[in-house]
């Protein structure tokens, strides 16, 4: 039997020296994994028929246990679905067409390998009942606007849909953030960008080569995704990231979090107001039972400075100096450091240096160089740290964009109307023939006009939908694959294999070597009408109009006379020099000494770092 599948996945594990490894959640416990009695080859033959006098006894175990949702995943379902479909009809003809929520595998996710179907199935059948009832509520009160939800791989779906296959969502937040951050960045004429959402948690950084990356390898709880998503990458690095000493005496930030509750000390949220939840989100942590206020990045950079007290959204909250500075000064006790500054200045650090390796990986370890780019950061804490970020990757270019704090949101308004199909067909080449091009278009043909059949369905105009194509590519013998554009009569789909894969690894196998077509993708795209953003004619270049004082910020180790300005002051064609802080309602961005602004038509600020 396979009921097991889920729990023992597979055997490559993230810590591979833990003697105790964490397993991910099943999300299914063993007593409700059941099996029926049926087989389908791995050529998609039938080899038992799928024994009916099973479903009654497995319809009375659904009743006993009162389940509303049901994953059926079978073996080798993506090439023949008819007995999955025959469970489903059986299962809606027993509990009514809407009394039960079923979830396909050959319909979430049409391809090979068990694991990361049986899991992705899992989680859409998890999270679906619950959406579902969610996004109804929702869109009968919107009425009579439709309703549509973003989803993870950049795109938007209509509510039904994402009901239904609630998966696609699960990532749409961040997802959300990359597309905004694009469509601000092309509007400044800079397409080639790396993304940097740095909020109170954690902070997701994605690169974007003139286009949204996107990836089928998502992983969500320690579960695999396999759906095609944004591809951004996350480590435990805050505003609220806890600093602490681990017991070999090295200062350790995150990934552990101080979250809302109790946040950050500089928040002044007392024990009585946070009652027992001082750490939701890290019961299992030691630093979970500390009774004193928690020492955070955000309190760190208090005290150096680089917040402000008085003008901390929009002046609407006041921080507590005096509780930040004694968090500082109690883990500058433990780093055996002179004073808070000094604790607070290796706090930033590390924190950075968390970041810092996040970028390195989705840019240098891909082959791509991160000096060509321009750095976006958004998010609330985003643009306090941009400019170091960027300094010690030799990034020459950061955009701040209007609003860093809600561009997700923004995202969300221009993402354009995206329908994701995909299909594993399996086919070696050695090169590019006739033959080989016939046959993909007939496979990619019932993709396509499925994918068209469904947009037209939620009201777009069949002429106007785009169709991408994409194959999912390796070399024979590999385990992993790269994805790859082709376009119908396109004889270049090896070359592109073969250049993307020459960039990712560092080397290609000479023309001739087998390569294997692994899974066709198909995706559909209707126009979208974006926002206009609001533009003004650039005016003279003196900022001195939004200067709202001066104070003492530490840089480089030391604290540097700085100017403070208000952002809803600044004007197109304003230019100024770091040491800089700028305050706004929704962020604080800082600007180390060595770096220009400007303003541009659109109020984004294009920080320069001066070469010396």
């Not at 023949?80 to 809407?98: D, V």
């Not at 692994?518 to 533009?535: D, G, H, K, N």
């Given at each position: 039997g396979f009921a097991d599948v889920l729990a023992i996945g597979r055997q490559n594990r993230p810590d591979i020296y833990a003697l105790v490894p964490q397993k991910p959640p099943t999300l299914v416990p063993a007593k409700w994994r059941l099996e029926v009695d049926e087989r389908i080859t791995a050529s998609g033959e039938q080899l038992r028929p799928l024994n009916l006098a099973d479903l009654p006894a497995i319809w009375r175990t659904l009743q006993a246990a009162q389940i509303e949702s049901v994953a059926v995943c079978l073996l080798?379902?993506?090439?023949?679905?008819?007995?999955?479909?025959?469970?489903?009809?059986?299962?809606?003809?027993?509990?009514?067409?809407?009394a039960l929520h079923i979830s396909l595998s050959s319909d979430i996710l049409p391809e090979y390998r068990e694991y990361e179907r049986t899991a992705t199935t899992v989680i859409n059948a998890y999270v679906a009942p619950l959406m579902t009832r969610y996004l109804r509520r929702l869109a009968t009160g919107v009425l009579p606007r439709r309703l549509s939800v973003m989803q993870s791989n950049g795109g938007i779906i209509s509510a039904n849909t994402a009901g239904d296959e609630a998966a696609r969502t699960v990532l749409s937040g961040p997802a959300g953030g990359v597309v905004g951050a694009r469509f601000v960045a092309e509007q400044a004429g800079f397409p080639e960008i790396i993304t940097f959402d740095m909020g109170g948690t954690s902070t997701d950084v994605a690169l974007c080569p003139g286009r949204l990356p996107t990836t089928a390898s998502g992983e969500i709880a320690g579960l695999p995704l396999r759906l095609p998503i944004i591809d951004i990458h996350t480590v435990g690095a805050g505003g609220g990231s806890i600093a602490s000493v681990d017991a070999g005496g090295a200062l350790q930030v995150g990934p552990e979090s101080a979250g809302a509750l109790p946040g950050p000390a500089c928040y002044g949220r007392s024990k009585k107001e946070t009652g027992d939840r001082r750490l939701e989100n890290t019961l299992q942590s030691p630093i979970a039972n500390l009774q004193s206020p928690l020492a955070t990045v955000t309190d760190a950079n208090l005290v150096l400075g680089r917040l402000d007290a008085d003008h901390f959204l929009g002046g609407t909250m006041r921080l507590d100096e005096t509780a930040a500075f004694q968090t500082m000064r109690h883990l500058a006790e433990e780093m055996n450091v002179a004073d808070a500054e000094t604790a607070a200045w290796g706090v930033v650090q590390v924190a950075n240096a968390n970041m810092e390796r996040a970028i390195r990986r989705i840019s240098v370890e891909r082959g791509y160089d991160p000096r060509r780019f321009t750095l976006m950061p958004f998010g609330g804490a985003g643009p306090l740290h941009a400019c170091e970020m960027a300094e010690s990757l030799q990034i020459p270019r950061v955009l701040v964009p209007a609003v860093p704090g809600v561009l997700s949101a923004l995202g969300m308004l221009v993402a354009a109307p995206t329908k994701d199909y995909s299909q594993t067909v399996m086919r070696a080449v050695a090169g590019w023939t006739a033959e080989d091009e016939n046959w993909l278009a007939q496979e990619a043909a019932p993709l396509a006009a499925r994918a068209l059949a469904e947009m037209a369905a939620e009201g777009h105009e069949e002429s106007a939908i785009t169709l991408e194509y994409r194959l999912d590519m390796r070399y024979k013998g590999q385990s992993h694959e790269l994805t790859v554009p082709w376009a119908a009569g396109e004889s270049a789909v090896l070359d592109l294999f073969h250049a993307a894969h020459e960039q990712r690894y560092g080397y290609r196998l000479p023309q001739g070597e087998m390569v294997e077509l692994?899974?066709?993708?198909?995706?559909?795209?209707?126009?979208?009408?974006?926002?206009?953003?609001?533009?003004e004619p650039m005016g003279k270049p003196d900022a001195g109009t939004a200067v709202v004082g001066k104070k003492q910020v530490w840089f480089r180790q030391q604290p540097i006379a700085t100017t403070l300005y208000n952002r809803e002051k600044l004007r197109p064609g304003h230019q100024f020099s770091g040491p800089a802080v700028v305050f706004q309602y929704d962020t604080t961005?800082?600007?180390?000494?060595?770096?220009?602004?400007?303003?541009?038509?659109?109020?984004?600020?294009?920080?320069l770092h001066s070469k010396k």
């Open positions: 080798f379902s993506f090439l023949h679905p008819a007995h999955e479909r025959q469970i489903r009809q059986f299962l809606h003809e027993q509990a009514g067409e809407n692994v899974t066709l993708r198909v995706t559909a795209v209707a126009p979208v009408s974006p926002p206009e953003m609001p533009q961005l800082v600007i180390p000494p060595g770096w220009e602004t400007a303003v541009d038509p659109f109020h984004n600020l294009i920080l």
